[in-house]
């Protein structure tokens, strides 16, 4: 049974930074997604991990959808309502989930509302297949209290805090790839890592790379004054542009194991199934001996076997 960790979060509909205390460090997680739920109060929202067992897009919204329903505990508060029947649900090739509810969405308005829609977004958008959700009731399109369409919705529409002192940061649930302890193979490290809401996902797991590993059995794969010069992603082709401490090769690790540690963190993110390597901006021939100039795909083969 994976560990389960209960955490309250205080639910805010805007997009909202302030103050300039240091954020917190990233830190590990369990469980394949956090499913969301309203407190007993009914004015936020509690969460905890949950490992899934449908793999398939649309199974898994399924599965994940079925599970809101369920009550999270002994007088917990399900995100559904049993009032509310579960939608049909079509996932586009772009990332957007179409959730289609039938009346029985109307039985809950409010703030309680908010927190369904919240729980249903900030779950659904965790998942490889989908990156936003669009809500229809009754064939209509979901209205806000002032009657107008709610629209698309991400998860970066809601926002965690983790307490009242704190800073508002949104976390990114990333698996970053690092050398093992010999340096010839990949480890996946699975990350919980706090940013404000500004930084691409790219760019984020990328700095983490930067940074190293928060774990004794890994090691970094780039030296830490690798810079990111810009990373940017179209048509499933991410290309990231180094600065030339790229090319300075940390002597305990493979050059294998450099490259796949870039391709295959950032082909966790949803979209990316391609890398192409710049250095200050032009395209270098070899990095060592290594191929430079095409685009890299995801290579488990460079991966510990657990």
Known sequence: MKRKEWITVVFILLLLVCGCKKSPEPT?????????????????????????????????????????????????????????????????????ATLLFDESYGSVSGVREVLMRAAIVKTLCQTEKIDAVEIYVAGQPLMNAQKMPVGIMKETDFIDSTGP????????????????????????????IPYTGSEAEEKIVLQQLINGPIEADMQAVLSDKVK????????????????????????????????????????????????????????????????????????LNVVEKE
């Open 28 to 96: 590990l997680w369990e469980g394949d997604i956090l499913l969301y739920y309203p407190d007993e109060t009914e004015t936020g929202l509690l969460r905890e991990w949950y490992v899934t067992e449908e793999e398939d897009g649309y199974k898994l919204a399924a599965e994940l959808l079925q599970k809101l329903c369920t009550p999270l505990g002994k007088e917990r508060i399900s995100a559904i309502p049993e009032s509310v029947k579960l939608p049909e649900v079509f996932i586009e090739a772009s990332g957007l």
């Open 165 to 192: 002192e704190a800073n508002y940061y949104q976390y990114l649930y990333a698996k970053i790839y690092y050398a093992n302890q010999d340096g010839t193979g990949l480890v996946a490290s699975n990350l919980k």
């Open 228 to 299: 990111i010069r810009s990373v940017s992603t179209k048509d499933n082709v991410c290309t990231v542009d180094f600065s030339k401490e790229f090319l300075d090769k940390l002597p305990d690790v493979s050059e294998e194991v450099v490259l796949y540690s870039v391709v295959n963190t950032l082909a966790e993110l949803p979209g990316i199934y391609q890398v192409q390597f710049l250095v200050e901006g032009k395209q270098e021939k070899l990095y060592q001996t290594m191929d430079l100039t095409g685009v890299y795909e995801r290579n």
